[in-house]
């Protein structure tokens, strides 16, 4: 198959970026600029058995494999598709029981290399861009990065040497940078986690912070979508990182995941930094050094919270929580992002839990910040809307509920689309109440 191009979609060099893309007409709020199914894809371990392995499809009842047990389908056809890519796990599964524990990085790069072996001509992921001519940036990696690709690759040898013929050494290390840079984490309506893919086209949009488009997921296919109005000739921006924190820490995620520095409009006048770090009125002023102070002692509790969550229980990453929110507190007024970011760590612990109570004050709190913080059109935003909804619907405040649920539906219609699974299904969920 060549590369036939996409209808208003155009590839470009853009200025001081490489490559990226832009339209060729206009686009308005909640257009479908593009879709672009996975080349390759992974369902996270934790969602087997609710939702089918080769669809994506959530939905009750699946049918398991016959011999793992492990992998869950829709119905027989689902399962025969996803056969070429089951059979290198499935066998594997069995022989290492609970040792098989192979990253979703490491499973979705076994995928590809199968797919690669497979593949006879360009897929439909590939309309615009081969997945070997996507960035790897080999020559930006330090040491950490490295020896991470390196323990992936051991990983890659130890869990699939028997199913797979490996490419050289070199061949490897690019192809899992590859996956580093342009992987993508298919998530739901909840931005729950369902799985790891890699979508060529998508990887050429480049990244701004103040975003004209959102990209979401429909099954197994990324779909582009205009949350702003688009004028024709006007290159399409997506956000690779969450937009809740200030610059300084936006530009140290993107060059230490990415490797380049954002000039948006918004790096570049730091308009909402204010507001993002706002900090508490005291009859005493606060100094500067004490809120730098603040924000290293903020910076060290996101990353030791991070860590603890692989090996602390629910009650102890709640108290750590609990702990840095009022230290915190004691600079920061209770809208600054990194109190709302253990806010919503506390919030998500709370649900965990299943203490509905604590997790609707932690929402509250969220959600008013959120809204002014985030842009207009954020997935943020309508999960938390959804969370919020539901837990008001579990203790029986149902008037609040339908309000939070028609809040996220506003939302939802723009970045899924009004006949998304997603909405019908919480249309379906607001009549039912």
């Known amino acids: 198959m060549k590369a036939e191009g996409i209808a208003g979609i155009e590839q470009f060099a853009s200025p001081g970026k490489g490559r990226g893309l832009r339209v060729s007409r206009a686009y308005g709020v909640g257009e479908l600029l593009f879709s672009c199914p996975a080349y390759s894809y992974v369902l996270s371990v934790g969602e ?12 009750k009842g699946l049918a398991k494999c016959g011999k793992c047990k492990k992998a869950f389908y829709c119905n027989a056809n689902c399962q025969k598709k996803n056969w070429p890519m089951h059979k290198l796990e499935c066998q594997a599964m069995c022989a290492f029981g609970e040792n ?58 130890q869990f699939y040497s028997k199913h797979l013929d490996f490419p050289d050494h070199q061949a490897l290390l690019t192809l899992f940078s590859q996956v580093h840079c342009n992987g993508f984490t298919v998530e739901d309506e909840e931005l729950s986690n369902l799985g790891l893919a890699i979508f060529p086209d998508i990887a050429l949009l480049n990244h701004s912070c103040s975003p004209n488009v959102i990209v979401t997921y429909r099954g197994i296919n990324a779909e582009v979508r205009a949350v702003q109005d688009i004028s024709p000739g006007q290159e399409i921006y997506t956000s690779y990182i969450d937009l809740l924190y200030p610059t300084a820490d936006r530009l140290e995620r993107l060059r230490d995941m990415y490797y380049f520095s954002c000039d948006c409009k ?168």
């Open 266 to 433: 918004e790096c570049t006048t730091k308009s909402m930094d204010v507001v993002k770090m706002s900090v508490r009125k005291r009859s005493d002023e606060i100094g500067e050094k004490e809120i730098k102070d603040m924000v290293r002692y903020a910076r060290n509790s996101m990353e030791n919270f991070r860590r603890a969550k692989q090996d602390n229980s629910p009650a102890e990453l709640l108290e750590m929580c609990e702990l840095s929110i009022d230290k915190m507190s004691t600079v920061f007024d209770d809208s600054n992002v990194y109190i709302l970011h253990m806010m919503y760590q506390a919030m998500g612990i709370c649900l965990f839990t299943e203490n509905y109570e604590g997790a609707v004050r932690y929402g509250e709190k969220v959600i008013k910040p959120f809204t002014v913080l985030y842009p207009a059109y954020s997935m943020n935003i309508a999960s938390m809307y959804l969370k919020l909804g539901r837990l008001y619907i579990a203790l029986d405040r149902k008037l609040a509920g339908i309000g939070a649920f028609q809040k996220a539906l506003t939302i939802m219609e723009v970045v899924h689309g009004k006949d998304h699974t997603y909405v019908t299904e919480l249309k379906q969920e607001m009549r039912d109440f």
């Open 100 to 157: 098989w524990r192979p990253s979703e990085t490491v499973r979705l790069v076994a995928r590809i290399i199968a797919r690669l072996k497979a593949q006879k001509e360009r897929s439909q992921s590939e309309i615009l861009l081969l997945l070997g001519d996507m960035e790897a940036h080999l020559e930006d990696m330090d040491n950490e990065k490295r020896e991470m690709t390196e323990a992936h690759i051991a990983g890659l040898h």
């Open 48 to 59: 087997r058995g609710l939702i089918c392995e080769q669809c994506f499809t959530r939905e």
